[in-house]
């Protein structure tokens, strides 16, 4: 259960018995039959809403009426999403057409499967609407028996030492099968999107200045008196950090120059990631998602050590692009992003390599080939790379207390520092041991060649026309129950290997 104070809030959202929020939804999503089992009346005195947790992005809530429930999610103040109306149908595409398990959106006023929030509405004051007119809204049907959530902390995964094995290399295997699953739709894509910065740098330094309030320069740190500016600049905005806890903590570390590790750190990795690219460019993978605690639901069987996926959300943090937009953005990337979360301890920092390669194994059984040197390289930079960005982010939750300005939104807030703790200690343990080995130990194993056999099967029916006359007839799903399961008898014969 989602304790209360770890939830992001907007008071405006929630006043008086969530009258906004119900006087928006009602308005894109009327009611029209209430015997339909999705139909619920938001104005309502019958129904009841309730806060769930929240990302950075987005609020979420559960609104219920009688048996019916359903899920409403918002998109905050300040955020436009311009990727959301593809992502839903990336949703759908999985839900109808994969194994890969989600939620039902529901279609709304204009039988879009997304609303816009509109700037006009009877009997609510245009000064409080303005707020939250223009941003994204949509409604999802609401997991049966609760969202088996994953706990961030590592020594909270069920079944000890195993159960993190097990857990990590489902979801390494996952990270290809949501590629995969939702190529087809690219088609789809909107003509105006911008994906000219696939590996995130340009949206990461934006970050950086907006959370402090420097100029793009002073993100480079190119000299000492530029640390220095740095330094001074961040010195006059200390005071204005309060007394929580996370406010104190993020406080110490801004005085003992974390900021400029971090920023450090980010320069070094789009000089390397850039070069490598231009060196050996990536191969075209059109669809990302970011695996990562909050965005996957899974259940533990302790009896087999197996982890089931049971749901799959928030994939409005997908990534997207074609070679008519241009995006190459590397699979490893996502790969690495993912080992930011599930490879460190979310305490201590700690790094798990063992959890590492178990991820690293899942994601290699899906893959029809082997990953070449300059992509084992470039995955070691996406770790590191999804570690910044976890603090840039987190930062961000302090942008508004930093610079004097209480914030409207009460945002889940917890210490950037322990990502200058997790690079640290991957880097430490990267003195002593070999990257490129601790890969190839992976992939050169007999029984990884079957897994690519799979995959490369899996590979080429995607690309005939059998895979359109299956996805057409509904049968698809099949065919993939089948794919997962030539994989699961592999791994099954191999339980008791680590590297096979």
């Known amino acids: 259960m989602i304790k209360e104070n770890t939830i992001a809030r907007h008071p405006e959202l929630e006043q008086n018995n969530f009258d906004l929020l119900r006087q928006i939804f009602a308005h894109a999503y009327p009611v029209k039959n209430l015997d339909r089992s999705n139909d619920i009346d938001f104005l309502s005195p019958a129904t009841t809403i309730k806060v769930v947790n929240s990302g950075r992005l987005s609020f979420a809530f559960i609104a219920q009426q009688n048996e019916n429930q359903a899920f409403l999610k918002m998109v905050k103040p300040g955020f436009v999403r311009s990727n959301i109306p593809f992502s839903v149908l990336c949703t759908e595409e999985c839900r109808l057409h994969s194994t890969i398990p989600t939620f039902k959106t529901y279609p709304g006023a204009n039988g879009q499967l997304y609303q816009i929030v509109s700037a006009k509405l009877a009997n609510v004051s245009a000064n409080l609407l303005s707020l939250f007119s223009g941003q994204t809204i949509t409604l999802t049907e609401v997991a049966k028996n609760g969202i088996d959530s994953l706990p961030e902390t590592l020594t909270a995964i069920p079944g000890g030492q195993r159960g993190q094995i097990a857990l990590m290399q489902t979801l390494g295997e996952y990270i290809v099968k949501v590629s995969d699953a939702m ?245 430490h343990w990267l003195t002593s041991n070999n990257w490129h080995r601790f890969i190839s130990a992976l992939q050169e194993a007999p029984a990884m060649a079957q897994h690519r056999l799979i995959a490369a099967e899996a590979l080429r029916f995607r690309n005939s026309s059998e895979y359109r006359l299956k996805r057409n007839s509904g049968t698809l799903k099949a065919y993939y129950e089948h794919i997962d399961a030539a994989h699961e008898m592999i791994s099954n014969a191999h339980t008791d290997q680590s590297t096979y």
Do not use: M
């Open 183 to 427: 190529q087809s739709v690219t088609c789809h894509l909107p003509a105006d999107i911008d994906t000219a910065d696939p590996a995130g740098f340009i949206l990461g330094r934006q970050i950086a200045q907006d959370i402090f309030q420097i100029s793009h320069a002073l993100t480079y740190l190119r000299t000492n008196h530029d640390r220095r500016i740095l330094r001074a600049h961040i010195e006059q905005y200390l005071p204005n950090l309060g007394q929580s806890h996370e406010a104190q903590a993020f406080k110490r570390g801004l005085e003992e120059n974390q900021l400029e590790i971090i920023l450090a750190r980010f320069n070094q990795l789009e000089e390397n990631i850039n070069a490598s690219l231009a060196q050996t460019p990536a191969q075209n993978v059109p669809i990302h998602n970011e695996i990562k605690p909050a965005n996957v639901g899974a259940i533990y069987d302790p009896r087999i050590n197996q982890w089931r996926i049971t749901q799959s959300f928030d994939f409005d943090n997908i990534a997207f692009g074609t070679h008519r937009n241009g995006d190459h953005t590397p699979l490893e990337k996502d790969l690495g992003r993912t080992l930011s979360f599930f490879a460190f301890d979310a305490i201590t920092g700690e790094f798990s390599p063992t959890n590492a390669q178990a991820t690293v194994k899942g994601f290699l059984q899906r893959l029809p080939r082997k990953l070449n040197v300059d992509e084992i390289d470039r995955l070691k930079h996406y770790v590191q790379l999804g570690l910044v960005t976890s603090y840039l982010w987190r930062a961000s939750y302090f942008a508004d207390e930093l610079h004097g300005q209480p914030g409207r939104i009460q945002l889940a807030r917890i210490n950037p520092n322990v990502h200058v703790f997790q690079l640290e200690a991957f880097e």
